[in-house]
């Protein structure tokens, strides 16, 4: 799938997305060991890792400002009802899921691809982050409020 595909789909429903914009998107959606096999080549290609930083933060608060809002829950249980819905196995089921396909959009080195088919070979830490860091970018670019629309809907509905 394309990347301007990609984002025009189901959750982000961005159309229009300028240059500058998609090259956010691009690195958010680029593993390490692309880049480093890149770099191998003199090639300068930026990882997820930074925007994963951001993203996983962005997450964590909108989760726990729904989870404060939404519940009566003592500190301890609110806490373990986070960590429930934002640790990496649940993130990428939750992205299966709801059919975002982040695998096909992800941009991984050879040593994560099927040798016969080429195609990507993700485990679930990788979705995750790479999800992560695409809410980072939709964070930056679009604001809060657009990355909490996208977080409740594949998150807390």
Request: with cysteine; aromatic share 8%.
């Amino acid at each position: 799938m394309k990347l301007r595909e990609f984002l025009a789909s189901y959750p982000f429903d961005r159309r229009n997305v300028t240059d500058e914009e998609l090259k956010m998107f691009d690195i958010a959606l680029t593993h390490d060991s692309y880049a480093n096999e890149e770099a191998s080549r003199n090639m300068i290609v930026g990882s997820y890792e930074r925007l994963e930083f951001l993203g996983d933060a962005v997450m964590d608060m909108i989760v726990c400002e729904h989870i404060y809002r939404n519940t009566d829950l003592t500190e301890g249980a609110m806490t373990e009802l986070k960590k429930e819905i934002v640790c990496n196995k649940n993130i990428s089921l939750r992205i299966i899921e709801k059919e975002v396909d982040i695998d096909g959009c992800l941009r991984v080195g050879e040593g994560h691809k099927e040798k016969r088919t080429k195609d990507n070979i993700v485990e679930d830490i990788m979705r995750a982050d790479a999800f992560e860091a695409v809410i980072g970018a939709v964070y930056l670019l679009y604001g809060t409020d657009e990355a909490r629309r996208i977080i409740n809907d594949i998150f807390l509905k």
